[in-house]
Structures are given as C-alpha cells and as structure tokens.
C-alpha cells in the first residue's frame, strides 16, 4: 500500500500522457507492424557487470543468459 501511495504521488498530467503515448505506440505496431515509438521509457535499468555469485531465479545474470562478454 505504501508503495502504491509513493507511486501515485510521483504521477503529473506530463507522466501520464508519456505513458499513454507509450501504450498506445506498443499497440499500434502490434496492430500494424510497422515499428512506431512515442514517449520516453518509464525505467532505465543498468549494469554495471555481469559477474555475479547469486544464481537468481529472475535475473539473467543468475541464470547465465548474458548478451555481452564475461568480465
């Protein structure tokens, strides 16, 4: 609930017109396929390695499907 609380106080009309230009880009080229992108990202994931210990479940790392070389 906290969580759903913080999120919804972060929106603003410029955050939600991103999302829906984003929605509605992701449905357009199911419907055409012809690629089309309007909107930003809502998240940006990084990094910083692929080296790691953990064998997660989830993460790719964890289950060793890596797009970039070792190291």
């Known amino acids: 609930m906290r969580d759903?609380?913080?999120?919804l106080s972060k929106l603003s009309w410029r955050r939600l017109y991103n999302i829906a230009a984003v929605l509605v880009s992701f449905y357009y080229t199911r419907l055409t396929g012809?690629?089309?992108q309007w909107g930003l990202p809502f998240?940006?994931?990084l990094e910083p390695t692929t080296a790691c210990n953990l064998r997660c479940p989830e993460c790719p790392s964890g289950l060793?499907?890596?797009?970039?070389?070792?190291?």
């Open 43 to 45: 998240t940006i994931s």
């Open 34 to 36: 012809k690629a089309r």
């Open 64 to 71: 060793r499907a890596f797009y970039a070389p070792n190291g």
């Open 4 to 7: 759903t609380l913080n999120f």
